[in-house]
């Protein structure tokens, strides 16, 4: 069976918690950010960006976007200028992996992306002492100069895949392969799944008539899709998501 | 031949171009970047025998359930355990970078005496000299654990206080329990069964109660809907989280919550929109329109919507009587979805009667939030797993960190129903540290132990036969064959829930309309996070996107 995994963000149920975040750099051994990090020179594989309706007064509404690597399926604009091939899409998966040992930092792959959804380690990755003690021993930790994005927990993927492997499976179990950020998402808001299977929800929840992709128009077929019965949140998705934010890199 | 200069740089020249046409230059930048992976510098996990262990979050007085994955026996990761039957999986965001607290930079890890290192049979000679010269109080920032009865017992024997700090979501309970004469410890929210919830203030879709409780609600029962099944009416003058979430906003006037509360009672009774005739609340629609900045329409609108879709219950972040005078008019205390009891009855010793007079010692449990300041005069001996910076005064004594000692977790203040549940300590501690009870017991080893008083409330819950633990499969305690059994279930990370009481209803009446206290602003954070200090991670939060403000008096 194909697998396509993709996940489903209802933006109607997205609190702005922050937990997805919390839990994505924990679990990918994402380091903190030093004292003079900023949005923009930070490490956030899963970043939930602050939207509204740009009214004042009781006619405010405000939303908040998770957003990580949209998994580009066609034209993958990061695949195409990395000089370097580090970053390519996985024909067993549609995830696009980026693997930092073949990175060299030349940072194209951040301007190519139209979602903004790369970021560069400016910084060598560093804990307050012992506390590297509590890292995930899945995860290598990442050397500064090199581009990082959510490659939708890999670690989680292979242990999934070991131990499909083990009972002498092909295909994994979907429960035991969940994103972190899908995983501790207290609302639900973010559903994970095979976007090519017509019984997973997720394929469901994609061609649902209140399902979008954000910048659908430049033809990269993004697996990530969003949801929302908000016609002021739906009409964010063909513009410049950097500039429906406020004050996010300000 | 003649080797020329030019011959000399045209064979340079030829060479670079030729290497140029090697794998050897790409080969070196490959390696290049395969080297800066492997600096000594570059921490490396921990790597050793993986496994999952179930227990609860001891950060604040929610107790939700943990999946804690441990390396080596170190936890290196921390998720929801949605065998959990309140929380159901879902966690506060601090929590899920909870397991490297531990190491935080500000963890306390030697006694300190007004700044310097001391030693811990300094501090405890000291506070064995401060009981024989005069009372001491003991300040528990969590009550009702199995250390609570420690320091009760401790407090009686040495005629000293006990006086239980009552968090914010006590407090708002605390007009109820005033008006109806039953302990707050008995009442909750009844949320499951609510079809209207109006919120003033209370930062119900970030931390409040129980992290996970509501917001799994909402997302099931709200999330989206033109017209929901559960409405979420939120009154707070900035657009919160909350608010944002909210199925109606409704934006006042800074601390007008209390002429709001009113003007919606007013039109309640007028309009005769409610059975219960109540005190008549002392502004008119008008006055209270004025004060609030909304129109009186909107006022009438807002207590029309309260009593269209019921049960309603009103919610704040802290106790106000002014406010939870309309759960009264509402009918919504002792009402299903609303303000219901929790258990049948409340057996409660009574209370250590408190001191009269100044206070020679205070000594403060780690749950005590860091800006509590005891009385003037008294000195302090202030248990904690994390310095929350300022000048320090008095004794500051390193406690067990995050799952680093065992401990009872008792039924969280918003539940409608009875709970408890065990937090093992998973994890070694790092350094020398002692809990305020463990410190107690060894001044005085006739007190009971808390691995004691522990096994007498599981042997409590068990011989009642009533309730079902939520382990790795949920079992009701009629089935278990033995105290130990449930015993075990509870150390393995199990919770027990009690059965729903039988007798839920009680009276509450007002003789008249009560004046207003200040409203607190919703915490910026997670609201109920104790701790003066954030996880490392939590940068991600605040420095690194735009979500939150930096934490205030919090160091990340």
């Known amino acids: 069976m194909s697998v396509r995994y993709g996940m489903v963000i209802d933006l109607d149920r997205c609190t702005g918690c922050g937990t997805c975040m919390v839990a994505c750099a924990a679990e990918n051994n994402v380091p903190p950010a030093p004292a003079r990090a900023t949005a923009r020179t930070g490490l956030t594989p899963m970043l939930v960006r602050k939207v509204s309706n740009r009214m004042e007064g009781a006619a405010r509404r405000e939303a908040f976007i998770p957003i990580a690597c949209m998994q580009c399926g066609k034209d993958t604009p990061c695949v195409s200028v990395c000089p370097q091939q580090a970053v390519e899409v996985d024909k067993a998966t549609g995830i696009v992996v980026q693997m930092p040992q073949r990175c060299l930092g030349c940072r194209y792959c951040m301007t190519a992306c139209p979602y903004h959804a790369r970021y560069f380690n400016w910084w060598d990755p560093a804990w307050p002492a012992g506390m590297e003690k509590s890292l995930n021993p899945g995860v290598a930790v990442r050397m500064r100069g090199v581009v990082e994005k959510c490659n939708m927990c890999p670690a989680r993927l292979h242990s999934a895949q070991e131990k499909a492997a083990a009972a002498g499976k092909r295909e994994i179990d979907p429960a035991d392969y969940i994103p972190a950020c899908a995983e501790a998402c207290p609302t639900g808001a973010i559903q994970f799944g095979n976007l090519a299977d017509r019984n997973d929800p997720v394929y469901s929840a994609a061609h649902s008539p209140d399902a979008f992709r954000f910048l659908a128009r430049l033809g990269t077929e993004p697996k990530v899709y969003y949801q929302s019965r908000e016609a002021w949140v739906k009409a964010l998705a063909e513009r410049d998501s950097e500039h429906a934010t406020e004050a996010q890199h300000g | ?556």
């Not at chain 2, 006590?170 to 004469?181: D, G, K, M």
């Not at chain 2, 904690?384 to 390193?398: H, I, M, V």
């Open chain 2, 1 to 556: 031949m003649k080797f020329s200069r030019r011959d000399w740089l045209v064979g340079s020249a030829g060479a670079l171009a030729g290497l140029v046409l090697t794998p050897v230059p790409w080969k070196l930048l490959s390696d290049v970047s395969i080297w800066t992976q492997n600096f000594p510098w570059i921490p490396q996990p921990a790597h050793g025998p993986v496994e999952t262990q179930f227990s609860a979050c001891t950060l604040c007085d929610a107790g939700c359930g943990v999946r804690v994955r441990m390396a080596a026996k170190i936890p290196v990761g921390v998720a929801g355990a949605s065998r959990h039957p309140l929380t159901r999986g879902a966690l506060c965001p601090l929590a899920f970078a909870a397991h490297q607290l531990n190491w935080h930079p500000r963890r306390l890890r030697e006694v300190r005496h007004k700044g310097r290192v001391a030693s811990w049979t300094e501090a405890q000679a000291a506070f064995q000299k401060a009981c024989g010269e005069g009372p001491i109080g003991i300040i528990d920032g969590r009550p009702g654990r199995a250390a609570s009865s420690v320091y009760e017992a401790f407090a009686r024997k040495q005629h000293g206080s006990y006086p239980p700090l009552l968090s914010a979501e006590r407090q708002a309970l605390e007009p109820y329990a005033e008006w109806s004469q039953v302990p707050v410890a008995s009442l909750g929210y009844d949320l499951e069964n609510a079809r209207t919830i109006v919120s003033f203030g209370a930062p119900l879709l970030d931390g409040w109660g129980i992290p996970g409780r509501f917001t799994r609600l909402w997302s099931e029962r709200a999330a989206g809907a033109a017209d929901p099944g559960l409405r979420l009416i939120q009154i707070e003058p900035s657009l919160s989280r909350t608010a944002a979430r909210a199925w109606r906003w409704i934006p006042i006037r800074e601390g007008s919550e209390a002429p709001l509360a009113a003007g919606v009672g007013r039109v309640l009774l007028d309009e005769r929109r409610v059975d219960s005739r109540g005190p008549m609340p002392p502004f008119t629609l008008e006055e209270a329109a004025a004060a609030t900045g909304l129109a009186a329409e909107a006022i009438r609108d807002l207590a029309l919507k309260m009593v269209e879709n019921r049960p309603v219950v009103v919610i704040t972040a802290e106790g106000n009587p002014a406010i939870a005078a309309l759960n009264v008019l509402l009918g919504a205390v002792g009402a299903p979805g609303g303000i219901v009891l929790k258990r049948d009855d409340a057996p409660s010793p009574a209370p250590v009667e408190p001191v009269s007079g100044p206070l020679r010692a205070v000594l403060m449990d780690s749950t005590v939030p860091w800006e509590f300041a005891a009385s003037s005069g008294a000195e302090v001996f202030r248990f904690a797993a994390w310095d929350g910076g300022g000048s320090s005064t008095g004794w500051l004594l390193p406690a067990p960190g995050f799952l680093e000692e065992l401990t009872d977790v008792p039924t969280p203040p918003t539940s409608a129903r009875e709970t408890y549940a065990l937090a093992q300590n998973l994890v070694a501690p790092s350094t020398e540290v002692r809990g305020a009870a463990q410190f107690l017991l060894q001044i005085d080893p006739t007190l009971p132990a808390v691995e004691k008083i522990i096994q007498a409330r599981c042997e409590q819950i068990f011989r009642a036969r009533q309730g079902t633990v939520y382990g790795e499969r949920s079992i009701d305690v009629a089935k278990l064959d033995s105290v130990e059994h449930f015993e075990e279930q509870l150390r393995k990370g199990a919770v027990w829930m009690g059965d729903p009481p039988k007798h839920s209803k009680f009276r509450c009446e007002l003789k008249e309309w009560p004046g207003a206290n200040r409203v607190g602003r919703a915490a910026n954070w997670v609201a109920g996070w104790d701790p003066p200090v954030l996880p490392a991670l939590a940068t991600k939060l605040y420095r690194e996107s735009n979500l939150r403000e930096p934490p205030a008096g919090r160091q990340g």
